[in-house]
């Protein structure tokens, strides 16, 4: 089963624009994190925060941890067409290490 | 590419019929993980490896699934007398036990009609 759900479930936005989503989870966590998926391929890490952190950048990727709310967003900032993808939130609860994903934010970057 | 290889990358089959995947990992990481997605939702657990042990098997895995990784480099994905709610991508991750990344492979497209 999914761990939680992200919202939106869908995101259109213009080149240049910021895309903002949003993942919840529904237990304790070691770590958080997203990846990206193109239409039939494989997943893409993209950036890690763990438990005790509360907010991650790497390049144009700005990611923030609320483990009281259990919940986390990911920021794409001056997007481009090739950010065309799905983008899941994944938190890792120590067990084995294994995944739960939620269900996805399909984002469409138009040019 | 992650360096995680899945072959073969489609397979189209008949209900009832046995098909195997395989997933050769980065050589270095000693954890494998399978996963199943389907249209639309993001992947869910199947089990994983530690090295050629397999550790836990989640309750999608039913007994018609089988999973081995017998060197603890390989692995192979078994599905006995496929149904058509088999139908998803079925996606192998690895990594090392102290890391944090699973590295996942292109996935395999399993069509059961």
């Known amino acids: 089963s999914q761990q939680g759900e992200e919202d939106p479930q869908a995101l259109s936005i213009q080149e240049g624009e910021n895309a903002t989503m949003n993942c919840s989870y529904k237990?304790?966590?070691?770590?958080l994190q997203w990846y990206r998926q193109n239409s039939g391929r494989g997943l893409v890490h993209l950036i890690l925060i763990r438990s005790n952190e509360r907010e991650k950048h790497s390049g144009r990727l700005r990611v923030t941890l609320d483990t009281s709310k259990k919940s986390s967003s990911l920021l794409i900032t001056a997007s481009r067409a090739a950010d065309t993808a799905s983008y899941f939130c994944?938190?890792?609860?120590?067990?084995?290490?294994?995944?739960?994903f939620g269900g996805g934010t399909r984002v469409l970057v138009k040019p | 590419d992650t360096g995680v290889s899945q072959d073969p990358r489609h397979k189209i089959t008949k209900r009832g019929q046995n098909v195997t995947f395989r997933c050769d990992p980065i050589?270095?990481?000693?954890?494998l993980y399978w996963y199943r997605q389907t249209l639309g939702q993001g992947p869910e657990f199947l089990t994983y490896f530690q090295n050629e042990a397999q550790l836990e098997k989640s309750r999608l895995l039913s007994d018609r699934f089988s999973a081995e990784r017998p060197k603890g480099s390989f692995s192979t994905l078994e599905i006995q007398r496929t149904e058509q709610g088999d139908s998803a991508m079925y996606l192998c991750?690895?990594?090392?036990?102290?890391?944090?990344?699973?590295?996942f492979g292109p996935g395999t497209r399993l069509t059961v009609l």
């Open positions: 237990t304790s966590i070691n770590n």
């Open positions: 050589s270095e990481h000693n954890r």
């Open positions: 994944a938190t890792d609860g120590a067990a084995g290490n294994k995944l739960t």
């Open positions: 991750a690895s990594r090392f036990t102290s890391g944090n990344e699973q590295f």
